[in-house]
């Protein structure tokens, strides 16, 4: 049985389609339920619009919007239950289960994501680690057996992993790919630094650390020039007060 086939998917599947959520709206919901713990860790019960868009980097316009979608409205003067809209975005993004995944690449990268907690925490779990490298496999990381990529289907089918996780090197990464669909995968995480095709109906979504640097650089050159043009005026300026 694949990963789309558990028990309560249909169910789900048809909630969900019947009532669709923008993509930008979804983006941003992890992004909400990360504050909203937060928020209720301080030990408030109840959350304004506009704190929680503070807490978000988002305007409240857009957060009364986004959660208008889960049939959340608030409460004029009041705000939104913190305990319940928690509840109504873990629903919403299928957090109320574990989702069984599997890293493929067991490198730098691999390693880091297979040792990281917070996965765990937010309702994913590391189910199976895979690699090629011949010197990897068979050796255990953090209590998980490394195993060969030839295993990647009866892995799925064991485990019913629901999400692949691919942090293997660009030239790699497609067969990779490739494998886990046909073993039933239909939600993919890539890391590695190419565009991978798959059928319709598999999800995919790309991670490229090194496009967000060139983002971030993009605005900081952007920056120190607008500085530099205001440095420049106001030399201007106090000149033509001399």
């Given at each position: ?13 048809r ?49 009364r ?29 299928g ?23 917070g ?37 799925v ?27 039933g ?58």
């Amino acid at each position: 049985m694949c990963a789309c086939e558990r028990p309560g998917a249909h169910a789900t599947l048809r909630r969900v389609s019947a009532r669709p959520i923008p993509e930008a709206t979804v983006g941003r919901l992890p992004v909400y339920l990360r504050a909203l713990v937060e928020i209720a860790e301080s030990g408030a019960t109840t959350v304004s619009s506009e704190t929680l868009a503070r807490a978000a980097g988002v305007n409240s316009a857009k957060v009364r919007k986004d959660l208008s979608h889960l049939g959340s409205y608030g409460t004029r003067g009041v705000g939104y239950d913190v305990a319940y809209l928690i509840h109504q975005v873990r629903r919403e993004l299928g957090l109320t289960q574990h989702w069984p995944m599997v890293i493929v690449g067991i490198g730098n990268l691999g390693q880091a994501l297979a040792r990281y907690r917070g996965f765990l925490e937010r309702g994913f779990r590391t189910v199976a680690l895979v690699d090629a490298d011949p010197e990897k496999v068979g050796t255990a990381l953090d209590g998980l057996l490394i195993r060969p990529v030839e295993d990647l289907p009866d892995i799925v089918r064991e485990h019913r992993v629901a999400i692949g996780v691919i942090s293997t090197s660009g030239p790699a990464a497609q067969s990779v790919a490739d494998v886990m669909v046909a073993a039933g995968v239909r939600s993919i995480l890539n890391f590695a630094p190419v565009v991978l095709s798959v059928p319709e109906g598999v999800s995919v979504r790309k991670v490229d650390l090194a496009i967000e640097l060139q983002i971030l650089t993009y605005y900081e050159q952007r920056n120190a020039t607008l500085n530099e043009v205001r440095r420049r005026g106001r030399a201007v300026a106090d000149l033509a007060k001399t």
